[in-house]
């Protein structure tokens, strides 16, 4: 396959992103691509009404985040989305020459053309590490890693966001290690480019961000280290920016936000002197641990293994589900704004230099004129 040749006669190569990703969380991705690539459009496959309603009756679980996985994460629901995919290329007016799948990997393509996959984790990762994430059965998991290994060696290029995706796509679905590439991705939300002192008027505020609070974020660790934290520092104040709702009994010192606007979002960290993360499995670093660096926040966060060689010593670690340890780091930082500024300032140092859409851009550019050139 080549890539098509414009008026000028400058290669302009076609890529069609496919997704089931609501929101777009690798448009920084898209945006720093040279021009010589044109992103064709983004396919996100859908299930027939029917069909999905005959998908979730069948794996129907009480705890409703098992019944989510499962409900994604069979073959029925693969074939349908592959399906999917196929009829919106088939409908399209010009065939892309390559194609990027975003994770999670729900879906195949039975056209034969390159293809090149973005995944923050893998089946076989999540199995190992928290497999309460997705609740599979036993079979259930050993189909899912099945499919995904399919994927994963039919791509022509498989790039990582994180040292434990790369590790397994080598060591548990056969990938070529040269095929393998782990760069993580920039912040969603704009971040500053130079670090900034914290004004002596920022009050002892401490920042949680996450999709939820409890269970795989671990907000009941932290629920239960703040008494410890406000005793030492009385001033102490916990923001939690998350889609859960809050307990039925909240402590004045803390506030709770749901559903925060991106400016608002930025606000909350320029005005936070911690930022606290203490979930008991992450697939790689999240995105709000990337934020909370860029903006120049110390960091403290849970011992997860996926977090090995991805982070600075800057950044303050605990075993998980240790409240008592967690409890003591913050105290520190609260307590030595000197200390606190520079771990803070050595993280935005980490993230300009680590986290960047340019940087990612440029590698998958090389890719796929590589993948273009096949004959």
Same mark, same amino acid.
């Given at each position: 396959?080549?890539?098509? =040749? ?12 496919? %997704? ?66 196929? %009829? ?28 090149? /996959?973005?995944?923050? =984790? ?11 994430? !997705? ?161 120049? /926040?110390?960091?403290? =966060? ?30 520190? !930082? !609260? ?23 340019? =940087? ?16």
């Amino acid at each position: 396959m080549s890539a098509r =040749t414009d008026q000028e006669g400058t290669t302009a190569l076609r890529l069609a992103v496919v %997704t089931v990703q609501r929101v777009l969380r690798h448009q920084g991705l898209l945006d720093n691509l040279p021009v010589s690539v044109l992103v064709d459009g983004v396919i996100r496959p859908r299930l027939p009404k029917l069909e999905r309603l005959v998908i979730a009756a069948t794996h129907a679980h009480p705890d409703r985040n098992v019944w989510r996985a499962r409900d994604s994460f069979n073959q029925s629901a693969f074939a349908a989305f592959s399906r999917s995919v196929d %009829t919106q290329l088939g409908r399209m007016l010009v065939r892309p020459d390559v194609l990027l799948y975003l994770y999670p990997v729900l879906f195949e393509t039975p056209r034969a053309q390159p293809m090149i /996959l973005y995944t923050d =984790t893998t089946v076989a990762v999540t199995r190992r590490e928290y497999p309460e994430w !997705l609740g599979l059965t036993r079979r259930g998991w050993r189909d899912a890693e099945a499919r995904e290994q399919r994927v994963f060696r039919d791509a022509f290029a498989v790039f990582t966001e994180g040292v434990s995706a790369a590790e397994s796509a080598v060591e548990d679905y056969g990938c070529e290690p040269a095929r393998v590439v782990n760069i993580g991705p920039a912040p969603a939300m704009p971040t500053p480019l130079e670090f900034s002192t914290r004004d002596d008027r920022v009050r002892d505020q401490v920042l949680f961000v996450g999709t939820r609070f409890d269970g795989r974020k671990g907000g009941e660790t932290l629920l239960e280290a703040w008494p410890q934290i406000e005793d030492a520092v009385p001033t102490a104040r916990l923001h939690v920016v998350t889609h859960s709702p809050p307990p039925k009994s909240l402590q004045p010192s803390i506030e709770w936000h749901r559903n925060v606007e991106s400016a608002r979002l930025g606000e909350l960290f320029r005005e936070s002197r911690a930022y606290v993360h203490p979930a008991p499995y992450e697939s790689c670093v999240p995105n709000s641990i990337r934020e909370a660096m860029a903006f120049g /926040l110390p960091v403290v =966060t849970s011992q997860i293994r996926t977090f090995v060689g991805e982070l600075p010593s800057s950044v303050r670690t605990f075993p998980v589900g240790d409240a008592g340890q967690l409890a003591r780091h913050v105290i520190a !930082l !609260l307590s030595d704004r000197e200390t606190a500024e520079r771990e803070g300032r050595t993280n935005h140092l980490h993230a300009s230099a680590s986290f960047r859409w340019d =940087t990612a851009a440029a590698a998958l550019a090389e890719r796929l004129r590589d993948a273009t050139a096949m004959p």
